[in-house]
């Protein structure tokens, strides 16, 4: 037997997308401003996931202007509206729709006055990127100009969107009921090598498919899926908060041990868009996804390996190499007297 | 020498002022040149969010007595570029989107630095080497990887400067590589968290944590502490005006401990003074009787009758049980062709974000009770510090700080209750900044399960009926384990069409640590189980792990183990795309490792051992027998 | 937290020595710190207030390194970083590149002494088995009615058990002497709970010297860390090796002669199997750095030679 064994392995997951079984919400407020820029309000910011970048994003395309044109007004109780929480895979579908739908709100503020000032329906009207313009005529402007000619007609190009996901409760008795409106579906096929002296996995590749509706920023989806796999593998191979008593014994980082730069795998991402016929948008989530099926392809990668089925996590070295012992005895041989 | 008198040179300007002889580098930086792109993440050189320049060499500031860099030069994030500017490796940070929280960005971007300082034509290997002592939590490293080979393949001529611009507007801005807006504060050190925020006069608190996992408070004598000269205010539970007790689903938990402790790490007390180190002090001058309680530390233990009890409202421990029930499971296990059953634990998991909790909380000329903090939630945090301090609700404000990392821990309100106390009671802005220790001791846990799993199939690998159990360990306080428990429970089975399902999770108080919210809420534990068994089961059958999974699936419009009717079911399409990517070769899964075909190919990196710069620098290609 | 009411800066060693035998009870002597800092943490010894740190980073005569008749001397300021920096050491100490790459990290290896390493005497020290592998003295000075007297102990008599050594009040370790292993080719073997930044479990150094034609051991040094109260030098192992053909038979065999060397009371089932392969491992890797290559178990016996 070689000393280094590797194996694959896979796994499905599943998941819901916003507030379980109960009713979501969420709002925000939107302003086309002087020069052709825009003012974003929503009670929640940044937890590192790219959310602020997400919501510029969507309301440059909703609005009309770029991204970098976009300020985010954000996270104060006293001065934005209700976002609620940052997690539950939320924060692109439910304020992401909201976002969206105060931009139209804002929009239709604008378009009304800028389609009376060139006499046209309304409905002609398209804007992007900095410009608006009525199809099929030559009548096109920047955008700071359209907000100039929409104030001085009097109107401030304002908006407000509330989105609501509608999830029911779980029947006390047999949990039956609707708990989300969005479920996204994935599949991760990991790649592992099992140092057999040590008892170290290496986990080599991930091929990591994820259904995220659809993707604002498909470069932030590839971010939140590789972190996710980490996180996956560290529970799955060496996190372990340790308590005797009560008390912990993994005080620090020198005992919490936690994934670094040599413990990666290479993570290869699929994203598949499926869209939510539900929301604006169409877009659904992916924070929380990503990590949920990574430990189990890496057990079963594992076990295709070496033929140690680890049921208890974290695979530490110890656990592997225990595992192969009592398979050795169990099959009655000794690798090392093979040779 | 008590105080240092330090004189260098930081960022190319020079430094002369006095620090104390306990200041670490760090500190100086931090405390008293207001250079706070330097972080501190662990105190203890783990994590590498302090990596500075000291004549050249990068080091570990929070492992650097102050004295240490005297009169040496020092180069921090912030120095690194020109004023508004950015480096190469900074625009390269931002081009592929490597900062997430940004936290540990700024000593990310020191060590990659100096990677590419010590070696600009750095392989993958030997860059991931150099960077290997900065921990990264949200990013999985991969796009930090990236950046670096970018801006090195830039800096060498490879690429043109235009690799790092971003991408144009294209047709539509969504589906767009936007860069992150947030990223050049976040790669040049500039963001501000909460422990980066300073107000005049601001006091420092620190709290007085349980040194025992469940006992009666006797007494708690505070009047020495008060009495120090620089303590403003030592508060207690018996400070709360209102009705105390916070949590995500049962309010159960109160501000600092009432009477009673139930794990070790929960506050009892805190001081608010007007520097650490008398805060410090004044915790020892506090007096705590307690009286200790029985104890349960195992969630089977405490679901046991006679088991300690740990809140009275749940005489059984219980917080939450979540039953979901679907067709008949004894007529499904009675017409398996294979029952399997089979039990799996995962472990409690820290959420390990490299921001350490912290808050700033101030009372406003209004009135307006104010706390600055990374909260996950600051809408439901302020309704129920509304009703603990006993104020009309917008007379309670909560501002959400950049969260340097949350994955579910920063939604429990667990310290800015006690900072609204203290900001109340001596009228002075308070600040509190967690050590990476009291971090781990005093806030949640992913939920540890225990789960015993039944499953019944056909020959084909249909199954008939699961039975599935988890039994969770919720820790001292409820937290999130209601909703935990249910997640848990609605996902548990998997995304697969199966007619009778007997579903079961119960989440129970012991005195450990509290368990909470924690990216994916209880999926991650159910579905480990789940797709663990599947295979164990496709073994047996001789299917290939794929294959089982389809002949099961969920597909659109099936009903869910909670009977909803679903519409579009994209399972299908991961599989494939997973299976077409990884170019998995079929076969039944039976620990056929040595024989698979699919291995080493495209989309895995090299194994990784330590050395690769000692390898490259006598490289060996040429070989020839001697045997 | 780690407070003090002095931090002195001594600038040569007899100054160092002053402060260190005047220092009030309860001062510590420190050379990078990186031990220290994390050291005065809750979960470990918890707040610290000491009444001197005395730092002897600045004292000069404890700066570097030399190499006088086949012995290398090592300062006791002298860091990690540099066994991978250092050409002449890389020559001269040529498992030492391969023991640093594993220890600690980069920015830390910028800081941390060898000499802290073995002072501090933990049994999962990377640092020290390499020194009992190289025949390690150490150098230990101290004051004796105003001049420094010097006195030199062998590593293994040095260390006594966890935290344990035999120095004593007053005195400062000033140097670590070792072998010059030029001309041998060096290994180390690690494992911890992950690849950078992590304490051994076991650890393991290698150095082979062949014999002119390659095709026999010369010399061979093997030393464990991580499995008892101190380091282990594998006498036997060595001594069987010498003279034996190379070839993975003669490695196997030799494994056989070490016996239960597994002292540390946890995880002894565990580090009695590592221990058999990083054995073979040191030996085959330290091979490697001779530039041969043995191939994989399963293709037996053949030898290949790497130029």
Avoid at chain 1, 257 to 286: R, W
Avoid at chain 2, 97 to 120: D, F, K, W
Avoid at chain 3, 199 to 216: Q, W, Y
Wanted: a negative charge.
């Amino acid at each position: 037997m070689s000393r280094k064994c590797r194996g694959r392995g896979m796994a499905a997951s599943w998941y819901g997308i916003a507030r379980t079984a109960t009713i979501d919400r969420a709002g925000a407020w939107a302003e086309l401003d002087d020069g052709g820029t825009a003012k974003i309000v929503t009670g929640v910011t940044e937890i590192g996931e790219g959310i602020l970048t997400v919501l510029a994003q969507i309301a440059a395309e909703e609005l009309g202007v770029r991204p970098e044109d976009v300020t985010i007004g954000d996270n104060d109780t006293a001065r934005s509206p209700e976002a609620a929480h940052a997690g539950a895979t939320r924060q692109t579908y439910m304020i992401g729709n909201s976002v969206a739908l105060a931009c139209r709100d804002a929009r239709v503020r604008l378009d009304a006055e800028i389609a009376d000032h060139w006499g046209v329906d309304s409905g002609s009207l398209k804007a992007f990127d900095g410009e608006i313009w009525a199809e099929e005529t030559n009548l096109k402007m920047t955008m700071e100009e359209a907000v100039d000619i929409c104030k001085k007609r009097g109107v401030v190009p304002v908006g407000s969107g509330s989105f609501t996901a509608h999830g029911t409760g779980l029947d006390p008795e047999d949990g039956s009921g609707s708990p989300w409106q969005a479920y996204v579906f994935g599949c991760q096929v990991a790649e592992v090598e099992v140092d057999i002296v040590t008892g170290e996995v290496q986990v080599l590749g991930i091929w990591a498919a994820h259904d995220v509706g659809r993707a604002i920023n498909p470069r932030g989806v590839e971010g939140q899926i590789e972190g996710g796999v980490v996180q996956g593998l560290g529970q799955a191979l060496m996190e372990d908060y340790k308590l005797e008593d009560g008390h912990t014994t993994t005080h620090g980082f020198a005992k919490y041990i936690l994934p670094t730069s040599l413990d990666v795998p290479q993570i290869n991402s699929i994203l598949i868009e499926d869209p939510d016929p539900l929301s604006p948008l169409g877009a659904k989530g992916i924070g929380e996804p990503a990590l949920v099926p990574t430990a189990p392809a890496i057990m079963n990668a594992i076990y295709d390996a070496i033929g140690v089925r680890i049921t208890s996590l974290p695979a530490t070295p110890e656990k592997i190499l225990a595992g192969l012992v009592a398979k050795r005895e169990q099959e009655g041989t000794r690798h090392h007297a093979a040779e | 020498m008590s105080s240092l008198d330090m004189e260098l040179t930081v960022n190319g300007r020079a430094v002369k002022r006095p620090a104390k002889a306990r200041m670490r580098l760090l500190d100086f930086l931090r405390d008293e040149l207001n250079l706070t792109g330097t972080k501190e993440g662990c105190g203890a050189g783990e994590c590498g969010t302090c990596s500075v320049f000291v004549d050249g060499k990068l080091v570990k500031s929070c492992l650097m007595p102050a004295a240490k860099a005297n009169g040496a030069t020092i180069e921090t994030v912030e120095g690194l570029a020109k004023r508004g500017g950015l480096t190469y490796l900074q625009q390269a940070f931002h081009k592929t989107g490597a900062s997430q929280c940004g936290y540990c960005i700024p000593g990310m971007v020191m060590a990659a630095t100096g990677a590419l300082r010590e070696n600009p034509h750095a392989g993958l290997d030997e860059i991931k080497e150099r960077l290997g002592g900065n921990i990264c939590r949200c990013t999985g490293y991969s796009k930090i990887f990236e950046a670096v080979e970018l801006a090195r393949d830039v800096m060498n001529g490879a690429l043109p400067v235009t690799a790092l611009d971003g991408p144009g507007a294209g047709a539509s801005y969504i589906g767009n590589n936007v860069r992150r807006l947030d990223a050049p504060s976040k790669v040049t050190g500039a963001l501000k968290y909460a422990g980066d925020m300073v107000m005049p006069g601001m006091l420092h608190m620190q709290v007085l944590r349980s040194p025992v996992a469940h006992a009666l408070i006797k007494s708690i004598d505070i009047s020495e502490a008060e009495a120090m000269p620089g303590v403003e205010c030592v508060i207690t539970a018996d400070d709360v005006p209102g009705e105390d007790g916070f949590g995500v689903f049962v309010h159960d938990q109160p501000i600092m401990a009432r009477g009673r402790v139930r794990y070790v790490g929960e506050a009892i007390a805190a001081v608010a003074a007007v520097d650490v180190e008398t805060a410090m002090a004044a915790l020892g001058k506090i007096k705590v009787e307690y009286e200790n309680l029985p104890a349960v530390f195992d969630a089977e233990a405490a679901m046991a009758s006679g088991a300690p009890v740990l809140h009275d409202y749940a005489p059984d421990n219980i917080v939450k049980h979540i039953p979901i029930r679907k067709g008949d499971v004894e007529a499904g296990f009675a017409d398996a062709e294979l029952v399997v059953e089979q039990s799996y634990e995962t472990q409690p998991v820290e959420h390990a974000y490299l921001e350490p909790e912290a808050g700033l909380a101030y009372v406003d000329h209004d009135g307006v009770v104010t706390v600055i903090s990374p909260s996950q939630n600051i809408t439901h945090h302020r309704h129920m510090l509304a009703k603990i301090i006993d104020r009309p609700i917008n007379k309670v404000r909560f501002i959400m700080s950049p969260v340097g990392g949350g994955f579910g821990g920063k939604e429990d309100m667990i310290y800015q209750g006690m900072l609204a106390l203290a900001a109340m009671k001596s009228g002075l802005p308070v600040r509190l900044v967690f050590t990476r220790e009291e971090s781990i001791i005093s806030t949640a846990k992913r939920h540890p399960a225990r789960i015993t799993y039944k499953m019944g199939l056909k020959n084909d690998g249909r199954i008939t009926a699961v039975e599935f159990r988890m039994i969770s360990d919720g820790g001292a306080y409820g937290l999130s384990t209601e909703g935990v428990m249910r997640k848990a429970a609605i996902l548990s089975c998997g995304p697969y069409d199966i007619a009778n399902v007997k579903i079961d999770t119960h989440g129970v108080y012991t005195n450990n640590t509290p368990s909470g919210a924690f990216r994916t809420f209880g999926a991650m534990q159910a579905q480990f189980a789940t797709e663990s068994h599947l295979d164990i089961c496709a073994g047996k059958l001789g299917l290939d792990p794929f294959e089982i999974r389809r002949v099961n699936m969920m597909r659109s419009g099936a009903s869910t183990h909670t009977k909803q009717k679903l519409g579009s079911v994209s399972l299908g399409l991961a599989l494939e795309a997973a299976e077409k990517a990884s170019g998995w070769e079929s076969g039944p899964s039976v620990a056929r490792g040595g024989v698979r075909g699919d291995l080493g190919r495209a989309g895995n990196r090299e194994p990784c051992t330590l050395g690769a710069r000692i390898r490259t620098s006598h490289d060996v290609d040429t070989k020839e027998d001697i045997a | 937290m780690l407070n003090c009411d002095q931090y002195l800066m001594p600038e040569t060693l007899e100054e160092a020595l002053a402060q260190w035998v005047g220092a009030p009870e309860g001062s510590r002597l420190l050379a990078g710190g990186t031990d220290i800092l994390p050291w005065a943490r809750e979960g470990r010894a918890g707040h610290m207030h000491l009444p001197a740190i005395i730092d002897i980073s600045r004292v000069k005569e404890l700066h570097g390194y030399d190499v006088v008749d086949g012995r290398v001397r090592l300062g006791a300021n002298l860091v990690f970083q540099r066994f991978l920096t250092s050409e002449s050491l890389r020559h001269h100490l040529p498992c030492m590149p391969h023991c640093a790459v594993w220890f600690a990290d980069d920015q830390i290896r910028e800081q941390a002494t060898l000499v802290g390493n073995i002072v501090n005497a933990s049994p999962a020290a990377d640092g020290t088995p390499a020194i009992f592998a190289m025949n390690g003295t150490v150098e230990i000075a101290r004051l004796d009615g105003g001049s420094v007297a010097r006195r030199s102990v062998a590593i293994g008599d040095f260390i006594t058990g966890p935290g344990g050594t035999t120095l004593e009040a007053g005195e400062i370790l000033t140097a670590v002497a070792c072998d010059s292993m030029a001309g041998y080719g060096g290994a180390f073997e690690k494992v911890g709970q992950r690849r950078s930044l992590v304490i051994s479990v076991v650890c393991a150094v290698g150095l082979v010297k062949l014999s002119p034609d390659k095709k026999t051991f010369a010399d061979v040094r093997l030393a464990m860390g991580g499995i008892g109260p101190v380091p282990i030098r594998l006498d036997a192992v060595e001594a069987f090796l010498k003279g034996q053909p190379v070839s993975r038979k003669s490695i196997l065999a030799a494994v056989k002669t070490a016996g239960d060397l597994v002292r540390s009371r946890t995880r002894r089932e565990y580090r009695s199997e590592v221990i058999r392969g990083f054995i073979e491992r040191a030996v085959e890797d330290a091979l490697a750095d001779c530039g041969v290559a043995l191939l994989p178990p399963e293709m037996k016996e053949a030898v290949h030679v790497v130029t």
